[in-house]
């Protein structure tokens, strides 16, 4: 399983799957290098801009410039080519967005948090390092009112989740957890604990998700939305259904049960597992148990 640390380095995405190169190109954004007043005029025909800005984008220890646009519906990062040119490198919808402040989670170098915040989407998480304090707070305050309007479109605006417990002592398998597209992780393991018969709070354990299409689950930060995964996830199968001719209708990809419906490989799963901290606890607590009875 992959590990926060190796997230980091080679942060991997649901969306990242070679098979899914053709929707990255033609519906997440276009790559070609274009005029910048050209880019703004056909993005502002639909949609306001709110705020832009060329600012430091980090994951792990690598670093790199890009123009950030954000406009009341879709986040789009840009990379400065010659004669102030932009490469469209991503277009992300804000409902599927997030942001979070606590930089320790994510970040490994060094990077001021009075001028960074955490902002990520299914399921890559980055640092941004903006010209200020005050910039950091109105981008901030920004994509947090711009990504709450956007999720208030969101349909259906909750979803069956199911839960396996492994790695951990007598509880039930798996329970299924109803989920809001706010739903954090951290809520997500407060609400499964219960139903799963443990004891324990969030900081013991972690939620891992596994969609078939990676080497290894990898686990999820706290801030995440697990909803959010579920829908991208559920997008993405939808294309490829689509590309071999075998494709559910729009009112099926709307409904809670379609996960169900996708051949097991196919399908997301969110699994729990105890955090590496607790385990050390509890095996360095079965180390002194032992000593004191030899």
Request: net charge positive; hydrophobic share 35%; aromatic share 10%.
């Amino acid at each position: 399983m992959k590990t926060l640390a190796e997230r980091r380095r080679s942060a991997p995405s649901l969306i990242l799957d070679k098979a899914l190169q053709k929707r990255l190109s033609t519906k997440e954004g276009p790559s070609a290098t274009v005029d910048t007043c050209t880019f703004l005029l056909s993005m502002c025909s639909s949609r306001t801009l709110l705020i832009d800005e060329r600012v430091d984008i980090r994951r792990g220890l690598h670093r790199q410039e890009r123009h950030l646009f954000l406009f009341n519906d879709m986040f789009v990062v840009a990379k400065v080519k010659y004669n102030n040119n932009l490469k469209i490198k991503k277009t992300i919808k804000l409902s599927d967005m997030w942001v979070a402040s606590h930089m320790d989670e994510v970040e490994e170098g060094s990077t001021s948090a009075m001028e960074s915040f955490i902002l990520g989407w299914p399921t890559i998480n980055f640092a941004v390092s903006f010209s200020s304090p005050e910039q950091t707070g109105r981008w901030f305050y920004l994509f947090q009112r711009y990504i709450n309007l956007e999720k208030e479109k969101d349909y259906p605006k909750s979803i069956p989740l199911k839960v396996i417990a492994k790695d951990i002592g007598n509880c039930a398998y798996s329970k299924t957890v109803t989920v809001t597209n706010t739903d954090t992780t951290n809520d997500v393991i407060n609400a499964a604990l219960p139903m799963l018969g443990i004891t324990g709070s969030e900081r013991e354990y972690r939620l891992w998700v596994y969609s078939g299409r990676e080497e290894a689950p990898y686990q999820l930060i706290g801030h995440e939305f697990p909803y959010g995964i579920t829908m991208s996830h559920l997008r993405d199968m939808a294309f490829l259904m689509q590309e071999s001719k075998d494709s559910p209708t729009t009112s099926n990809l709307q409904e809670p049960f379609f996960m169900e419906q996708l051949p097991q490989e196919m399908q997301c799963h969110f699994i729990l597992k105890p955090s590496q901290v607790a385990v050390a606890q509890q095996l360095g607590g079965q180390k002194t148990f032992k000593r004191r009875r030899s």
